[in-house]
């Protein structure tokens, strides 16, 4: 069946597209509001966009009646943020702090995250999380009236020492992170399971 979104209602695009784009990456976002009220919220149109210089794509929706999320207003005004993901072990709280808390709650606080200090920006690491990216906004982009997509140039990385093989070739124990993932429908996400490998084929002339 053919679907033309140009006919469609954005909510009727939004099921089309988040029940087929998947898994989706979950980037559980930390930032700091311009009162210092720390924020935490998780976020699947999410992705890595580039090497040169290193760049993050958070696609951020807007609120109903059309206001800021907290993660994009804090953004915006203080250009800061840092992308944490998500292990099966922090699933529970990761989606706790989906809640739509007001803006003058530490959600860290109220879900009872640990956090540790960032090296270059203001918002926290999650302590538990296998991988945080410290990054700084690079390029806002208001896609819609409902939309905002921001790129991240990731100035640091820190990876549990658990899950660094050799640190001096950046080879990685990514299998062990047991990251999860956005996929179709309401609540649903998958695991880091079955995988296959192919190779990258060499063209050869004929």
């Known amino acids: 069946m053919r679907f033309d979104l140009r006919d469609l209602s954005p909510a009727a695009r939004y099921k089309i597209m988040a029940g087929t784009i998947t898994p989706r990456p979950i980037a559980w976002v930390t930032s700091v509001s311009a009162d210092g009220v720390r924020n935490a919220a998780p976020f699947s149109f999410f992705n890595m966009v580039g090497d040169d210089p290193p760049l993050v794509a958070l696609g951020l929706m807007h609120r109903p009646d059309g206001r800021l999320k907290d993660t994009t207003a804090n953004i915006l005004a203080t250009g800061e943020f840092v992308v944490n993901l998500v292990s099966e072990a922090d699933a529970e709280k990761m989606n706790?702090?989906?809640?739509?808390?007001?803006?003058?709650?530490?959600?860290?606080?109220?879900?009872?995250?640990?956090?540790?200090?960032?090296?270059?920006?203001?918002?926290?690491?999650?302590?538990?999380a296998p991988v945080s990216?410290?990054?700084r906004n690079h390029m806002v982009i208001e896609t819609g009236p409902r939309q905002t997509l921001i790129l991240g140039e990731v100035l640091a990385a820190h990876v549990a020492d658990s899950f660094v093989l050799d640190a001096e070739n950046q080879h990685l124990d990514t299998p062990a992170m047991k990251l999860i993932g956005r996929t179709h429908g309401r609540g649903w996400y998958v695991r880091n399971g079955e995988t296959i490998q192919m190779d990258r084929p060499i063209y050869r002339t004929i």
Request: aromatic content about 6%; overall charge negative; charged content about 15%.
């Open 96 to 128: 706790a702090t989906s809640t739509d808390a007001p803006p003058d709650v530490d959600e860290l606080t109220y879900v009872g995250i640990k956090t540790s200090p960032a090296s270059i920006v203001a918002p926290p690491l999650i302590a538990s």
């Open 133 to 135: 990216f410290e990054c």
